[in-house]
């Protein structure tokens, strides 16, 4: 079974610039999450879908930060513009019925 | 709000030695509870989880914990560690329908 995929894996940009992340689940997984790590420090939740509904985004800077899921499948993250405290983890995760999440590999975001 | 507290954040220990990493969480209702590690260079993977039924969880690895309620705890064990289990260590909590909320992680060196 294919586990939960993200990309780019590393990414470098300026600050300033956008940026998006995408996250595949594994399939039949209806909750799917996006989790911000920094160094240090555990995941942190920036939003929850339960399929195509955003169900807790309360942790999400919605004025830079903005999530999709289209058709309850696959999500993208993206953030415009980024400033330099944005550098970190971001995991997705995916779960069936809210019971234990899988996570995905990560992208490493550096803005510099 | 609920909140994970992991009491050590950084645990060395020589090959052979008793693991006892400490986890206690805020929320009052039920819960379901999650170990999760992470080895170096990979992703979150879960080691163990409790739902209901026994408060001792058997895990992967010779890994175990123990939920106690009266106590808001939910504390991993292993009799034995070895060098492979250098990681970092993460208890989760989700109270049911809720965000999983993870503690700060506790990163456990085993000197070989």
């Known amino acids: 079974e294919a586990g939960v995929v993200q990309s780019p894996r590393y990414k470098i940009i300026e600050k300033k610039q956008p940026v998006a992340f995408w996250c595949n689940p594994i399939?039949?997984?209806?909750?799917l999450y996006w989790y911000l790590q920094n160094l240090g420090q555990g995941p942190e939740l920036l939003i929850r879908?339960?399929?195509?509904?955003?169900?807790?985004d309360s942790q999400l800077p919605k004025d830079r930060f903005s999530a999709e899921r289209l058709k309850g499948v696959d999500s993208t993250l993206k953030i415009q513009p980024a400033e330099l405290g944005d550098s970190a983890v971001y995991l997705c995760?995916?779960?069936?019925?809210?019971?234990?999440?899988?996570f995905g590999q990560g992208t490493r975001l550096t803005v510099v | 709000a609920q909140s994970v507290s992991q009491h050590n954040h950084h645990v060395i220990l020589s090959e052979a030695a008793s693991l006892e990493l400490g986890c206690n969480y805020s929320?009052?209702?039920?819960?379901?509870l999650f170990w999760y590690v992470q080895y170096p260079g990979q992703h979150l993977q879960l080691l163990l989880k409790y739902f209901s039924g026994d408060p001792l969880v058997k895990g992967i690895k010779g890994f175990e914990a123990e939920f106690i309620k009266s106590k808001f705890s939910f504390n991993l064990r292993k009799p034995s560690v070895q060098w492979s289990d250098t990681a970092e260590y993460f208890c989760?909590?989700?109270?049911?329908?809720?965000?999983?909320?993870f503690g700060a992680g506790t990163i456990l060196r085993v000197k070989s």
């Open positions: 399939s039949g997984h209806n909750t």
């Open positions: 995760a995916s779960s069936f019925e809210n019971t234990e999440a899988f």
């Open positions: 879908y339960e399929n195509e509904e955003a169900v807790d």
């Open positions: 929320y009052g209702g039920t819960v379901n």
């Open positions: 989760a909590v989700n109270a049911h329908g809720n965000k999983l909320v």
